[in-house]
């Protein structure tokens, strides 16, 4: 079968520029949304899609709909209704059991007095030019706060490659030497990227399903080659479709291996995440945050998000009182193996019981473990790669497009955005 133009993936990006396009879609899975889908487990033996007395979880862990362009927001909310949230989040060092308000360099009242006026001391006085992400954060926060805080989660973050990579996201760490003295001695307003947040009143997989309903999408079809000169797309299940233009959300490493392309040059690296899915008792110290950035665990985790301080939505209908729904993030270096089996076991085990010595959990009913191959990219410091893969598989007639399709960090709305414009832009004109 011919296409002029087919879309690769049903995530928010392909949906978005499916629905603007009408261009068909092709996506692995058996429904839409990619790593943004929510779906549910229960403790018996009913089906798993009884939602009312089931766990909400999503596939990649909580994914807050941050940012983006009022028309893309304004989109959303006509789509699925959705409610509005100022972020809470904290720092916690689990040694002491401190919480200290996001971000660590603006709520240095919450450290001790040498601490604080050290890393005062540090910050006003950085003045080097760095080349990678931990000189970067030496050069901001000086050796105090990276020590304390930067640099370990850092090395978890990034699966150890936060000494090697280029300076990436610099607005997800602000650095603002008044703020930083405001927030020694009183409050600090909130900064960052994500201040505020969206979320589907319905979950996540209402967002997508609404969108999947106004695009044509066909399921189960796994692209597994991609072939530039005969300009054919080979599917797992032994199909095949022409096209004479792909507009792929596949991550960019892959889009380019499964053409044979190649970008001339070191590709950059990446990070998968293995995110944890529990529901639980609560515990009697549970937190009210939205998330936790953890700079030291047993288990090696450096994120601790929690569903249920959203909403309740994510908790069995009869028990939102006394149960709770989290997720758990993990980061490994791209290309190694996926934990399975008795490590994979061990390390389920292992965090339920440091949650339930941190007093976050009682017992947990539900441990469901996701993975998230490409999750975070990065780059090598002078690196071309991305803009050369990026120029080679555009001249074969692929456009990469969305956060992982172009390798970069960004939310759903800008997502949406990117989906709208490529699919408005390659639309066929009639």
């Not at 003045?127 to 970067?136: E, F, I, K, L, R």
């Not at 998968?272 to 529901?279: D, R």
Request: glycine share 12%.
């Amino acid at each position: 079968m011919s296409e002029d133009t087919l879309i690769l993936g049903a995530g928010m990006t392909g949906l978005a520029a499916g629905l603007v396009s009408g261009l068909p879609v092709v996506e692995a899975a058996a429904g839409p949304g990619g790593i943004c889908s929510s779906y549910y487990r229960n403790t018996g033996t009913g089906s798993p899609e009884a939602e009312a007395e089931s766990y909400r979880f999503e596939i990649g862990g909580g994914h807050w709909i941050f940012g983006g362009d009022p028309g893309v927001l304004d989109f959303i909310e006509r789509l699925t209704p959705c409610r509005r949230y100022a972020r809470k989040s904290s720092v916690y060092f689990p040694e002491n059991g401190l919480f200290v308000p996001y971000p660590l360099q603006n709520n240095l009242r919450y450290l001790d007095g040498d601490t604080a006026s050290q890393a005062l001391e540090e910050m006003a006085g950085a003045s080097d030019v760095p080349a990678t992400m931990h000189d970067w954060l030496l050069a901001s926060f000086g050796p105090t706060l990276t020590g304390l805080f930067f640099g370990p989660f850092h090395d978890l973050y990034t699966a150890g490659l936060f000494r090697e990579i280029a300076p990436q996201d610099p607005y997800k760490s602000p650095v603002n030497l008044r703020m930083a003295l405001r927030g020694a001695f009183s409050a600090a307003p909130s900064v960052g990227y994500n201040t505020t947040f969206l979320y589907p009143e319905a979950g996540l997989d209402a967002l997508a399903l609404r969108m999947a309903e106004h695009c044509r999408v066909d399921y189960g079809r796994e692209v597994i080659a991609i072939d530039p000169s005969r300009r054919e797309v080979s599917f797992a299940d032994g199909g095949g479709r022409r096209y004479q233009r792909l507009i792929s959300t596949l991550p960019l490493n892959h889009a380019l291996s499964m053409s044979g392309l190649e970008a001339g040059e070191r590709p950059d690296p990446y990070t998968s995440v293995l995110v944890l899915n529990i529901g639980a008792r609560r515990g009697a110290r549970y937190p009210d945050d939205h998330w936790l950035y953890v700079p030291q665990s047993r288990s090696g985790f450096h994120r601790v998000g929690f569903y249920s301080n959203v909403d309740r939505s994510f908790l069995p209908a009869s028990r939102p009182e006394e149960t709770v729904s989290l997720y758990i993030e993990r980061a490994f270096l791209g290309g190694e193996p996926r934990p399975a089996g008795d490590a994979l076991r061990r390390y389920c085990d292992s965090v339920v019981q440091e949650l339930t010595d941190w007093g976050f959990i009682g017992d947990a009913e539900i441990v469901d473990p996701t993975w998230i191959d490409v999750a975070y990219t990065w780059s090598w410091p002078g690196s071309s790669w991305r803009v050369k893969a990026i120029e080679a598989l555009q001249e074969a007639g692929i456009f990469q497009v969305g956060r992982y399709g172009r390798w970069v960090f960004q939310g759903i709305a800008d997502s949406v955005r990117d989906g709208f414009v490529i699919g408005g832009a390659l639309r066929p004109i009639v």
